[in-house]
């Protein structure tokens, strides 16, 4: 037996390693961490500058006995924990609870599980940096500060079991802010105006947009009567091209992902929520069995604010591309990315393929599906961003509407003259944009154009959106809020403690998301603040970087805030939540039946509790959607997650489910359902796949 013992976080990751390290080393796997705060108890001594009280789970301590044995034998013990602060502190933990005084312990990192990587690190090993120990440990004790001293407030004042934290409060405010801002909105009607045209004798014809009067003057239509003012004179109006402006432009790639790109564009592309993102990425991480390879690591650490890219995966991405592309569509020079995140460790290193000639249909076969489609999604972006820029040939006209007046109106038109990296990968945008393909005909300054037709559109201006999973992300990023690993946690947490409801893919404030947030505005300004929340972040890493010691960054945050505490204790109301009449009666007791939001989301219950305590769960119907196995109506259900699902009214005859928002218009192939997936209908039975029609929910 060896006696260099490897110790890591997953067996997955064991795994991986064993094939490079080979027989001479031992490895074991903690299963995350072995040491934490206590449960149910604060675990933080006040008095004595914040000294955490650290226990080991009793779920843990078989396999604690385990690992102290294990190092007991052991002449050299390797910590190749996570490359993160939270993977130094486990590192740090796991020296602690394992091994005596006289034991040497060894750190070793790498960003990522490649022979080259592994063994590089396993030449250059190090102590335990403390000072990212200490920035790990001043979060969790702020989080266990602000979530043990303000929870019981919430119980009291708001409802039972409800949770408050640094980051997840935050959260929450950005989508009230927001739900608040599309309340308060005022729709305004205003109109555009579309002329139908064509050079004579040449087709297709094109449509050109009203902008203003020929001098340059802006025109705005806000009714109907002036749009129709307008039809009637464009109607009788001659129109020529003013000017025709050619320009070609250049758009460049997007960079190799950080966690929060990831996560946003795994959601735009593959509607996969933060979460899932980051579960399917540690496995591509820690390592997969790839044919005869075996256990490899197919991408580099997936939590990282840095764009950086090493030199050896630029050169191998460049060859690749070369070869398979040819060389034009490389770009002039190695493109290098300038990290913008606020606080990014440019140390780390983007999240790409380990190998850029692994390609992602090569390795499809030993992948499940969502591996596959985030490996490739990975490996995609990652390529593309050292490929050449596409370009694009921008022609916009001008064109005038001679009567009484003169008008402007103008068309444009964009054609790509080469692909470049699009033609691998190009990224999504949050909003949908409306891309409306305009052919022209050959126009020059003078040409005389046929006029065929105006279209007024009467149009509103509309409310900010809701945020959905990447948007939130964005904006947590934007801000400087919580760092890239906390981003998946925060958003699920404030889904499960019904703060928040997911629908049609953006969040809504529940009714308890709403008080509770009120109540912590009101009373911790400071704390549930944006500004505050993201100088946090930088007093962590002032703290990782030795320029100051954590326990006075807590004194300085938590003297101000038990002031705050108590106040609040005094003087905050006990906020009132109403509950929702179904319109029905009680089965058992026959008083009214109200919705009631719990833990896991709204349910139905007797309005006589606590002397009736019936309860059933909270169903909606799907307008105009039918179960496809018995032709029953489908209702939305609700898991203990708060995620909504649909399934068959008339379970547990028909146990038709499906994760997908049916729509209320059958399969125009076979007339089964057909469910929404992003922008595209699917069919539930057969192969169909098309545009999801606009519906109204």
Known sequence: ???????????????????????????????????????????????????????????????????????????????????????????????????????????????????????????????????????????????????????PLLWKK?????????????????????????????????????????????KPSFRATLIGLAGGKKMDIHTGKEADGLKKELEK?????????????????????????????AYRKLRFTARQTMAIAQQLYEGLPVGEEGNVGLITYMRTDSTYVTQSAITEAAAYIKETYGAKYLPPKPRYFKTRARGAQEAHEAIRPTRIHREPAKIKKYLSTVQYRLYDLIWKRMVASQMAAAIFENTTVDIEARNQKDYLLRTAASVNIFSGFITLYSESKDEAEEEKKVKLPALAKGDALEFMGVYPEQCFTQPPPRYTEATLVKTL?????????????????????GYVNKESGAFQPTEVGFATNDLLVQHFPDIINVKFTADMEKELDDIAGSERKWPSVIKDFYTPFEKDLQKAV?????????????????????????????????????????????????????????????????????????????????YPDCKFLTNFKPLPYPCPQCGSLLTQHGKQAWCVKCSYKGKAEETTD
């Open 1 to 151: 037996m060896s006696n260099k013992l490897v110790i890591v976080e997953s067996p997955a990751k064991s795994r991986t390693l064993s094939k490079i390290l080979g027989r001479s080393y031992s490895i074991k796997a903690s299963l995350g961490h072995v040491r934490d705060l206590p449960r149910g108890q604060m675990g933080v001594d006040i008095d004595h500058d914040f000294k955490p009280r650290y226990v080991v789970p009793k779920a843990k301590t078989k396999l604690v006995n385990e690992l102290k044995q294990a190092t007991k034998n052991a002449s050299t013990i390797y910590l190749a924990t996570d490359p993160d602060r939270e993977g130094e502190a486990i590192a740090w933990h796991l020296a602690e609870v394992t091994g005596d005084k006289e034991k040497s312990f060894q750190r070793v990192v790498f960003r990522e599980i490649t022979e080259q990587a592994v063994k590089e690190a396993f030449k250059n090993p190090r102590v335990i940096d403390m000072q990212l120990v200490d920035a790990q440990q001043a979060r969790r004790i702020l989080d266990r500060l602000v979530g043990y001293k303000i929870s």
């Open 158 to 202: 708001v409802r039972k079991r409800l949770s408050a934290g640094r980051v997840q409060s935050v959260a929450v405010k950005i989508i009230v802010d927001r739900e608040r801002e599309i309340q308060a909105f005022k729709a305004e009607e205003y109109w555009v105006i579309e002329v139908e045209l064509n050079k004579k004798a040449q």
């Open 237 to 265: 109006a001659a129109y020529n091209v003013l000017k025709v402006t050619a320009k070609k432009a250049m758009r460049q790639p997007a960079p190799p992902f950080t966690t929060s790109t990831l996560q946003q564009e």
């Open 477 to 497: 990023e934007q801000n400087g809020i919580g760092r890239p690993s906390t981003y998946a946690p925060t958003i699920s947490t404030i889904q499960e403690r």
């Open 570 to 650: 005094e003087t905050a109301e006990k906020v009132k939540l109403t509950d929702e009449p179904t319109g029905e009666m009680c089965p058992e007791c026959g008083k009214p039946l109200v919705i009631k939001t719990g833990r896991f989301g709204k349910f139905i219950a007797c309005s006589g509790y606590p002397d009736c305590k019936y309860t059933q769960s909270f169903q909606v119907k799907v307008a105009g959607a039918k179960c496809p196995e018995c032709g029953k109506d489908l209702i939305q259900r609700m898991n203990k997650k708060g995620r909504a699902f649909y399934g068959c009214s008339g």
